[in-house]
């Protein structure tokens, strides 16, 4: 009898169907501890939502959003980025209006990591 092969947690590196092309939406950011977390709010054109998190190893929020669209970017299926808003969530927000603010130096942080990357991708797949 064959050995059977262990279906992946739905959490696993590549939750998202290789069959639907995504856009980075919105990128979310909190802390933890000494850690940030970065959620990516992704849509494709199909009216589909998903939500990628990342945990980045360091508290510095400018290498956690270069580490989180690296790893969007090298999923393959994630094709876009540009007018991604990036901001903190709730959680991290002073006022009602915080949450409204958007942090444009990481938009841009984010935005260069991420097409950093999606060119290495494409290289690759020459």
Do not use: C
């Not at 939500?51 to 290498?63: G, H, I, K, Q, S």
């Not at 901001?87 to 097409?115: M, N």
């Amino acid at each position: 009898m064959a050995a059977r092969r262990a279906r992946p947690a739905a959490h696993s590196r590549h939750p998202i169907r290789a069959t639907s092309m995504w856009r980075v939406d919105q990128v979310f950011l909190s802390r933890k501890g000494q850690r940030v977390e970065v959620i990516a709010s992704l849509v494709n054109d199909q009216g589909g939502l998903r939500n990628l998190a990342t945990v980045a190893p360091t508290d510095d929020a400018v290498t956690a959003v270069r580490q989180a669209a690296r790893y969007i970017a090298g999923m393959g299926n994630v094709y876009e980025a540009r007018n991604a808003r990036v901001r903190w969530t709730r959680a991290q927000s002073v006022t009602a209006q915080d949450e409204l603010i958007r942090d444009h130096d990481l938009e841009d942080e984010f935005l260069d990591a991420f097409l950093e990357t999606l060119s290495e991708v494409r290289d690759q797949m020459r």
